[in-house]
């Protein structure tokens, strides 16, 4: 999901936060709360699928390999923004749209009660980075120098070569293309550099801003989980849209690979 712009409703595409609900369960929720409480509750937890590689082509992802890639993410560029590692002299910036209800209506974290617990999370993060399990990049709008969200993978499913991505944004900056902008980087980075055969993403429904922008990146809607979430006191329904590796390829008539 993400929370980018929303008419004013924000594109959560980022209620991935302890989203474990489809992945293998190596570790259950429960057992992820009681380690990290404060932090599942306020952020997405990624978990990779430690799968066997079983008759998979050499070019396709494995876990050593997203290991060593995400301990120092890459910087990626684009027109406007700068999608870096988040860092702990981000939590100003983090905590000025981590805050607003209304950024968090469609995901299922709440509200930052203060800066310092914003900045106790980014500190958290820094471990998760060192570990190398943690793929997520902050949004910097390049001009102000200034993180105005997060975009990235919320979980990998190595056996079927395939992830999940969400994303975050900060109310300001709704409805000036930027949740696109930043997903279409993030889908260039999956196909081109991990070689991720489908990309998909959720969002909650009601939060259509969340669909379009999907749909914007190319993403096709395939349908709605129904009530597969419990949030905030309520059952959640949940839409998916997803795109394939030859699709993404097709709309930016970049050729296939040799097998």
């Known amino acids: 999901m993400s929370d980018s712009m929303r008419g004013r409703r924000p594109s959560c595409s980022r209620f991935s936060s302890e989203r474990v609900y489809h992945t293998m369960p190596a570790i259950t929720t ?3 709360l009681n380690l990290y409480p404060k932090a599942l509750q ?3 937890q990624w978990i990779i699928m430690k799968q066997k590689n079983r008759g998979r082509r050499d070019r396709n992802m494995n876990h050593d390999e997203l290991t060593r890639i995400f301990r120092d993410p890459p910087v990626i560029e684009t027109p406007r923004l700068t999608l870096r590692k988040m860092l702990k002299r981000d939590s100003g910036d ?11 209506e469609f995901l299922l974290w709440q509200p930052h009660e203060s800066e310092t617990y914003t900045r106790r999370y980014l500190t958290y993060l820094q471990s998760r980075y060192r570990a190398g399990d943690f793929h997520d990049w902050a949004v910097v709008w390049r001009e102000a120098d200034k993180m105005i969200g997060t975009c990235g993978f919320t979980a990998f499913r190595i056996e079927s070569n395939s992830a999940e991505i969400g994303y975050v944004l ?3 900056y709704w409805g000036m293309g930027i ?6 980087a993030i889908l260039r980075f999956g196909f081109l550099e991990l070689h991720l055969h489908r ?8 939060n259509e801003r969340s669909r ?4 914007k ?4 809607y395939e349908g709605t989980l129904r009530d597969s979430l419990f949030v905030k006191g309520s059952y959640v329904s949940v839409g998916v849209c997803s795109i394939l590796e030859n699709e993404y390829r097709g709309m930016y008539g970049i050729p296939s690979p040799s097998l």
């Open 30 to 32: 429960r057992e992820l």
């Open 179 to 184: 949740a696109p902008e930043a997903v279409r």
């Open 170 to 172: 900060n109310r300001a």
């Open 217 to 220: 990146v190319g993403m096709r």
């Open 212 to 215: 379009r922008v999907m749909e």
């Open 94 to 104: 983090m905590y000025e749209y981590a805050r607003d209800p209304a950024v968090s």
């Open 42 to 44: 306020t952020a997405p």
């Open 199 to 206: 990309i998909e993403a959720h969002y909650m429904i009601g």
